[in-house]
């Protein structure tokens, strides 16, 4: 075993219990009522819903820089989305490989102390 080895496995594991913890995170602040009711509800919801409608309404139709500015706000909203959705992604994949990322560091311990 090689010190860079074992290095390289830590970091992995630390990297993986970072992700772990954001994960865990995240899904604690989505059950709270204020998440659910800021966040959920009116911003994916009910300003997605507005930003919509009003790119659709004619004083708006007919301005390209308010309908790019429209399209960049409904992009936002959906790029939020995309990152909660990332990062408990991450955080089921760490949790997956964390196993075995500690499993190879026991491995190369022991192998360390029967050199």
């Not at 995170?25 to 994916?44: D, G, S, V």
Request: hydrophobic share 35%; charged share 30%.
């Amino acid at each position: 075993m090689t010190e860079s080895s074992m290095e390289q496995v830590e970091l992995k594991i630390e990297t993986a219990k970072a992700f772990i913890q954001r994960k865990k995170t995240l899904l604690k602040l989505m059950e709270t009522p204020l998440f659910k009711e800021l966040i959920n509800e009116n911003y994916f919801k009910e300003e997605a819903s507005r930003l919509v409608m009003y790119k659709a309404s004619p004083t708006v139709s007919s301005d390209p820089k308010e309908q790019y500015s429209i399209d960049r706000r409904i992009d936002a909203i959906g790029f939020l989305q995309q990152f909660f959705i990332s990062v408990i992604a991450m955080g089921n994949q760490a949790e997956k490989t964390l196993h075995d990322d500690e499993q190879t560091r026991n491995e190369l311990e022991n192998e360390e102390q029967t050199a």
